[in-house]
């Protein structure tokens, strides 16, 4: 058995030579854990995404690198290999890098393709998780996403793929038979094939929906309905 050391960030920031994937939260900077605001204090170099609230960024410490490699409703401007090329970069040049990513690194933040980039050049990371939108944005609206006797199971889905359209790989007649709550990430696009697609595999039509924008921001809005 291969004894496997935390890959949880310890300490007050990065290390020279090292990349901390720093999740941000859903945007009020009062979300941020306190070891991730440790880690913006003491880099040297900050890749951040396109965040919802900006706030956070001035945590960062005078003199730290600041670059922009977010994306927005499918558009990339900077393509991930170059995310994944500017991160090695700065970590072989000696820098501390934090890769500050919206809500948590590992839950639809692409997480997972930029570590086993870091692991592929022999550079050494840590992970900072973050209150991800998933749990944010219900709680911002007062619901619940479990409850005794009513949702005993929560699914995170995607709501749409790198082309904009519906990902293949989920199985939406199977969600719609299991029950319990669906929080659905990056869905307002394609919400109408989602409904229907729930609706024809047999979810009852009175089931309670809400679709929320900007959670915790000043912008935060509530639609409630029913599929």
Do not use: C, Y
């Not at 720093?22 to 440790?38: F, K, N, Q, S």
């Not at 880690?39 to 670059?67: C, K, M, N, Q, S």
Request: aromatic share 4%; charged share 20%; net charge positive.
């Amino acid at each position: 058995m291969v004894e496997s050391k935390s890959a949880l960030a310890a300490g007050s920031g990065p290390r020279q030579g090292e990349v901390w994937l720093v999740g941000a939260g859903p945007g009020d900077p009062g979300l941020l854990t306190l070891r991730a605001a440790e880690a913006l204090r003491h880099a040297d170099l900050v890749l951040h995404d396109a965040l919802p609230g900006r706030a956070v960024l001035r945590l960062v410490r005078p003199g730290a690198e600041l670059v922009n490699v977010g994306k927005r409703k499918g558009a990339a401007p900077v393509p991930q290999g170059r995310i994944n090329a500017r991160m090695v970069a700065g970590a072989r040049a000696g820098l501390r890098v934090v890769r500050l990513k919206g809500g948590d690194p590992f839950v639809f933040g692409r997480g997972g393709e930029e570590t086993a980039a870091l692991d592929a050049a022999g550079i050494r990371w840590r992970i900072v998780p973050g209150v991800t939108a998933g749990t944010a944005a219900p709680a911002a609206a007062g619901i619940p996403l479990t409850h005794r006797g009513l949702a005993s199971a929560v699914t995170f889905v995607t709501g749409h793929d790198e082309g904009g359209g519906l990902p293949g790989g989920v199985d939406w007649a199977a969600l719609a038979q299991a029950g319990g709550t669906i929080a659905a990430f990056m869905a307002l696009s394609r919400l109408d094939e989602i409904a229907l697609r729930l609706l024809a595999a047999g979810r009852s039509p009175q089931t309670p929906v809400a679709v929320i924008a900007q959670a915790s921001l000043a912008g935060e809005a509530v639609l409630r309905s029913t599929l």
